[in-house]
């Protein structure tokens, strides 16, 4: 389970995002805290802003205008940003969450980081790698959307990897094991198992966007559990399984002549 912040701002650029997934980012935002600010940025002067408009209220977001004085340019970022700074300046909350996939925002997230403040990021997957690397943890829209994901195997067990729809066959990235390896290194003080919950944090560290879903699985532990050179062990307190992962040891036999 990833470590909760106190209050977090979410800040759509909506010039630059989906307004069919605010309820899915919501939920996802809220993973990490409590969402207290919630706006979205736009002309909503012009038609392509009327898909945000249904949902503004049933979401309790607060739509802010900024009109486009330019043509082919929008203000929305500059909105956005000093937006952003002064809620920063203001400490209200404790996290942000910057809904966009332009690289606009990388200055931001910087920003925000250097205060000691939790910065994360919600685009597509074509968002650049300057904005994904600027936030601590970045998730792409296709792994919060189920029918948005464009597939593309995993070295896996075969028990573990998704089923597909009848007629389709699922193909996902290759998952990195260097990755996977040096953050189970990481994680480990003494003996050599340690709770998958520090293997997230850690793979978040070196990945802002790491994510299972990306991999087709549900989450860190289902993704370990097909993985043959680990193991998950059950780890129960209150009533609450906080999962164990141990590296299995490799016996090497030597024949006697």
Known sequence: ???????????????????????????????????????????????????????????SFNPIQKFSYTTGKNSTDSSLIIDAMDILHDKIVDGFCIVSSDSDYTGLAKRIREEGIFVMGIG???????????CEIFTFCENISPDLVTPVLIETTAKSVPKAKKGKKPSFPNLDLELINKAYEMSISEGNETHISNIGINLRKIEPSFDARAFGF???????SSLKNFEIINNEIGGLNHPLVKKKSTSIHRKVT
């Open 1 to 59: 389970m990833e470590n909760k912040t106190e209050k977090i701002a979410i800040l759509v650029d909506g010039d630059n995002a989906q307004a069919k997934l605010l309820k899915a980012i919501l939920e996802e935002v809220s993973k990490y805290g409590k969402v207290t600010v919630r706006r979205i940025y736009g002309d909503w002067t012009v038609p392509h802003m009327n898909s945000w408009k249904d949902i503004l209220n049933d979401l």
């Open 218 to 224: 549900k989450n860190l532990t289902q993704l370990f």
């Open 124 to 134: 597509v997957k074509k968002t650049p790698k300057a904005f994904v690397q600027s």
